[in-house]
């Protein structure tokens, strides 16, 4: 078990190639590619304007890049994406840290441990936190707007499968749709417990079956709030200001941006503490099994995506399957190591299925609970 | 905000037992949700054809209920049938994708793809449906497409077998190797559209054309293009191709052009051997019997089409010039049983309906003891038993989806050694997806079919006087003072007389021949139309143009192969290609088609013109484009005219193509084929345009790497 760190970049698909290529060049050998998309504002054109102002949203092809690499390289890591790809140009992608628990691989499950090229530090802050979101399919959108419309960042988003009470039912469970939509964003620490009550309560997602919240920590990161699609006619985008103005201040707090929640809040907000993101990245189709065994064990239920590793062509060496699954379960810290059991028993992490967890701790979350004490 | 922890934990039991309320509580909902879907896909088209029918060419429904019974098996069928697929077909067909690359060599895996579109094809009956189509070709006509549709007929459907297995082939390559698809398009567009202007030298290949091209459209059926698609993009996944997220598409694309170069090519090695089209009078002459024996098996089976196909003086021609060799022939068939069977087909009877139907009055008064044995064959329906009909399409069900289903398994298992995903589920799609099939072919036979052979029927009512066969009439003691004259302008006069109907006064054309004055009666056949006799009927053309257009695009909207695509799409494109803008762009091309095809089968204008000009289009559309949607444009055509539309389309052309007098109806499946991949491709270039929601200027000049 070891510490490291895992990047994330969400990233226009058009400047993905070139980001792997530099990335590749500079002695990365391995990442992996979610594919999704982005939401943005777009004004209505001419007649359709004249009906209603309120813009379109437009979406985009999307990236979620994920790389793990060794915490001592983090940090070249991070600004040489950001200066390559030129991040702080407002509208390109976002990018953040976190530290994760690597609890156990396969042998061919690498963490990143040299890159070749040194960047200077440059528009990559710390105090802000991630919030991931998981509701029904075509959800997502509606909560995707919600929070452009506070101005925060503009999400990612991508599809996944859920398990959990449905699996238990036998072939019934084929009446109860499975089919997920995840979001992801980074926002200021200030914001962020806002940010996560609006889209609580606007996504109902303390309801049940409305879906799935969480709150965590990040290293460092650079936002992108580019929530609109259209530049305005000034010489600067307001989102460019902001960014030079960040860089100068070298801090985002000096932002006094309020987010609006509701003003009446009826009932105490029930969240869950002390909880662990637990990651299972394995080969395209044992996923589901393998939750399965987990819910044997007492993990309530799982999220998983398709994703797709890259890695640099070694051609020497064996390689891992591209097509991958990740399974995502949130679980109390203490079932931590007989997940692991039953995963070994399972043959997890031998060659068939070529697995790796990781963990990290979680704020706190929210969704629909039983018996609220 | 008061923040609580509580911990987070399950019952770590099996199943959940649940109890007969909450079962019904989850069921209904989701079968509800389901069928719904499908009733909104399917109602457009029927309410439709109905109003069309009843409203606008004003003729009811015949059958009515047997009809409504028919639709509600459809939209049934289609419920099941879909949910099959999702559930069991696709996920069964992803998994041995995802499992080849890593078990398999690439041979092994091309062998896999060649056998699964070779079975692919015999397993599914859509060139049956074309053969049927042809049973109105002539073989004086069209010599070289009468072999292939009749006695060569499997010779055929193994060409289109093997078109299908190499283009499963070349699209598995395309996935191992990245290579983009547009030179293939390119490549075999050219090649295709080559060899169509080539044939038109030979009139014996011109009007192969026609069928060569449906062939391309109509293979590639409900099943096969999902369980296509899913190992698609299956092997795609598992093979880390680089390209867009929608990789796994093409095969389909491939497999539409490839059996039209396939049919054509068999076209041209047959031609040496058949006679080019004639007058069916020389047809019948002794200086060609060699050259068209091929045409026929048998020596007799050859009399028999004469008998059948043609009137008493061509059989005077073939049987001898004279009166007398006929009269001969005749009577030795009369006496020899086995050789009636030999010359007529095993149909009991046969000979005795010929002799009524065909025969001069003294051939049947001499053979028959009774001249009243007419009437025993003149209004003969045929009366399919109920029982027949569900075996009859519940076995072609399981034609369509076992054998494919069990390919797979047996790979996955056996040779992949790997194990099926959620069996359960699995299991019950298959189950489901038979069932599904069975119900969508009775609903389809009984309900669509039959409502799209009377409008395809009446619908030249619209600009042409038709005759209602059904609805032939004998008026008694008819008054022959009653008739009056009328003159036309060349002199020539006309008779007519008042039939009092239903408070109306009807004017009827009189005829002598149909008025027998021993019985005093009148026996005649009432027509209709034409609706529109404006400049020659031709309101009446434009109104079937537009008919044609939303039966295409109506049709197209109720497609399963169709809805199962889109799915995928939206799926793969993480919902940036919404479903419903797929189905309405391919359907409005299809509509766009079928309105060409109406025009191409009234007015008689060769298929090339209609159809090349598209395709060269299309492959500078196609040099335009993004990858993502050349993919998804391409292999959305090869998905339209499936089970749904090509009955009616067929109806509709066949109808069409006998009021105006063609020699073959083809072409209107092909054009239908081919304007949808121009509206996918126009709608992408369109969202190309708009999307970017970062301007040029961000993008670096070194950072554009497509």
């Not at chain 1, 437009?58 to 994920?66: E, H, N, Q």
């Not at chain 1, 819910?295 to 309530?300: E, I, K, R, T």
């Given at each position: 078990m070891k510490i490291i760190s895992r990047i994330s970049i969400f990233l226009l698909r058009e400047l993905t190639p070139f980001l792997i290529l530099q990335l590749k060049n500079s002695g990365l050998t391995d990442l992996q590619i979610t594919s999704g998309r982005m939401n943005t504002f777009q004004q209505k054109k001419g007649v359709r304007n004249f009906f209603s102002s309120e813009p379109d949203l437009?979406?985009?092809?999307?990236?979620?890049?994920?790389i793990l690499v060794d915490p001592t390289i983090e940090d070249s890591v991070l600004y040489f994406i950001v200066q390559t790809m030129k991040l702080k140009i407002q509208g390109r992608g976002s990018i953040f840290s976190e530290r994760v628990r690597m609890i156990k691989g396969h042998s061919l499950?690498?963490?990143?441990?040299?890159f070749m090229k040194k960047a200077e530090s440059t528009g990559i802050f710390s105090g802000l936190m991630g919030i991931t979101c998981i509701v029904q399919r075509d959800e997502g959108d509606r909560l995707a707007q919600v929070i452009l419309n506070t101005g925060t960042c503009v999400p990612a988003l991508y599809y996944g499968l859920g398990t959990g009470l449905r699996d238990k039912l036998g072939l019934l469970r084929i009446t109860i749709p499975a089919e997920k939509e995840i979001l992801q964003l980074v926002a200021r620490q200030e914001e962020a417990d806002e940010v996560m009550e609006l889209m609580i309560e606007q996504g109902n997602l303390d309801q049940p079956g409305k879906g799935f919240i969480y709150l965590y920590q990040i290293e460092k990161g650079l936002i992108n709030?580019?929530?609109?699609?259209?530049?305005?006619?000034h010489i600067a985008t307001l989102e460019q200001v902001v960014a030079e103005l960040d860089h100068l201040k070298g801090n985002l707090r000096w932002r006094l941006h309020n987010v609006e929640g509701s003003s009446e809040v009826s009932e105490p907000r029930y969240y869950l503490k002390q909880l662990v993101e637990f990651r299972l990245t394995c080969n395209e189709g044992y996923g589901a099994e393998l939750v399965k065994e987990a819910?044997?064990?007492?993990?309530?239920g799982a999220t998983i995506f398709k994703t797709k590793h890259h890695f640099a062509d070694s051609s020497s060496q064996m390689q891992i399957s591209p097509a991958r699954e990740v399974c995502n379960m949130i679980i109390s810290e203490n079932l931590l190591e007989n997940v692991i059991r039953i995963l070994e028993i399972k043959r997890a992490f031998e060659d068939e299925i070529a697995a790796i967890v990781e963990a990290r701790s979680v704020d706190k979350a929210c969704t629909y609970l039983v018996n609220k004490k | 905000m008061m923040e609580t922890g509580i911990y987070l934990q399950q019952p770590s039991s099996g199943k959940v037992h649940v109890s007969f309320r909450e079962f019904w509580g989850l069921l209904l909902p989701y079968a509800g949700k389901r069928i719904g879907e499908q009733s909104k896909a399917v109602l457009f088209l029927v309410l439709y054809l109905i109003l069309f029918q009843t409203i606008i060419l004003g003729i009811p429904i015949a059958e009515v209920l047997v009809i409504a019974g028919g639709l509600g098996a459809v939209i049934l069928g289609l419920s099941f049938f879909l949910e099959g697929l999702i559930l069991g077909l696709m996920p069964l067909g992803e998994m041995v994708g995802l499992q080849l690359p890593r078990k398999a060599s690439l041979s092994m895996v091309l062998a896999f793809g060649f056998i699964l579109g070779l079975g692919a094809t015999f397993a599914e009956p859509a060139i049956g449906v074309l053969k049927t189509a042809g049973a109105s070709v002539k073989a004086w006509e069209a010599p070289l497409l009468f072999l292939l549709l009749g006695r060569y007929a499997h010779y055929l459907v193994y060409a289109v077998g093997i078109g299908v297995g190499f283009a499963v082939i070349l699209g598995l390559i395309r996935f191992y190797y990245d290579w983009s698809l547009k030179p293939y398009i390119i490549i075999l567009t050219l090649l295709l559209c080559g060899m169509t202007l080539a044939s038109y030298f030979s009139p014996n290949l011109q009007l192969l054309t026609g069928i060569a091209w449906d062939c391309g459209g109509i293979t590639t059926g409900p099943v096969t293009v999902p369980l296509v698609l899913a190992l698609g993009i299956g092997i795609c996944r598992a093979v880390g191709s680089n390209r867009s997220d929608t990789g796994g598409f093409g095969i389909v694309t491939l497999a539409s052009l490839l059996p039209v170069a396939a049919v054509l090519g068999l076209g041209l090695y047959f031609l040496a051997k058949v006679p080019a089209p004639m007058t069916a009078a020389d047809f019948c002459r002794k200086e060609v019997r060699e050259k068209i024996k091929i045409l026929f098996p048998t020596q007799e089976s050859l009399i028999g089409y004469?008998?059948?196909?043609?009137?008493?003086?061509?059989l005077e021609i073939f049987l001898g010039e004279s009166a007398d060799s006929v009269n001969q022939f005749i009577q030795s068939l009369a006496q020899d049983p086995k050789l009636q069977q030999r010359v007529f087909g095993i149909e009991p009877a046969a000979f005795k309906k010929w002799i009524v139907s065909k025969g001069l009055p003294e051939q049947s008064l001499s053979l028959l003891q009774d001249g009243n044995s007419s009437g025993e064959f003149q209004n003969k329906r045929l009366h399919l038993s109920?029982?027949?009909?569900?075996?009859?399409?519940m076995i072609v069900a399981v034609q369509a989806i076992l054998p494919l289903a069990f390919l797979l398994m047996i790979v996955l298992l056996w040779f992949l050694r790997a194990r099926v995903p959620r069996k359960d589920e699995v299991l019950f799609g298959i189950f489901l997806g038979l069932i599904g099939l069975s119900f969508f072919n009775i609903g389809i036979e009984t309900g669509l079919t039959k409502l799209g052979n009377q409008v395809g029927q009446m619908l030249p009512s619209s600009f042409e006087e038709i005759p209602l066969a059904a609805q032939r009439k004998t008026i008694e003691n008819f008054d022959t003072s009653l008739v009056q004259t009328a003159i036309r302008a060349d002199g020539k006069k006309e008779r007519f007389f008042y039939e009092y109907k239903g408070k109306e006064y009807l004017r009827r054309s009189f005829d002598p021949h149909y008025y027998d004055p021993q019985t005093k009666t009148y026996t005649f056949i009432p027509s209709r139309g034409p609706l529109f006799a404006f400049r020659q009927g031709m309101l009446g053309v434009l109104l079937v143009v537009v008919f044609g257009f939303f039966l295409g695009y109506g049709a197209t909207l109720a497609e399963p192969a169709?809805?199962?695509?889109?799915?995928?799409?939206?799926?793969?494109?993480?919902?940036?290609?919404?479903?419903?803008?797929?189905t309405h762009s391919v359907a409005s091309g299809v509509g766009l088609g079928t309105a060409l095809g109406v025009i191409k089968v009234v007015w008689a204008i060769p298929l090339s013109l209609l159809l090349l000009p598209p395709y060269f289009i299309l492959i500078f559309l196609t040099l335009f484009s993004k990858d993502e949607f050349v993919e998804i444009g391409w292999d959305s055509a090869g998905v339209t005219t499936g089970p749904v539309t090509v009955p009616l389309v067929l109806a509709m052309g066949l109808g069409l193509g006998q009021a105006v007098g063609v020699v073959e109806g083809f072409g209107i499946l092909a054009l239908a084929s081919v304007y949808p991949i121009l509206t996918v491709l126009l709608v992408g270039l369109l969202l190309q345009h708009k999307g970017g929601a970062v301007s040029n200027p961000s993008l670096a000049e070194g950072e554009k790497i497509s």
């Open positions: 437009g979406s985009d092809a999307l990236d979620v890049i994920t499950c690498r963490v990143n441990s040299t709030t580019r929530t609109h699609r259209d530049p305005p006619p819910m044997s064990a007492g993990v309530a | 004469v008998m059948t196909q043609m009137g008493p003086a061509e109920k029982s027949g009909l569900f075996l009859r399409n169709l809805n199962a695509l889109g799915i995928k799409v939206q799926e793969l494109t993480v919902g940036r290609f919404k479903k419903r803008i797929l």
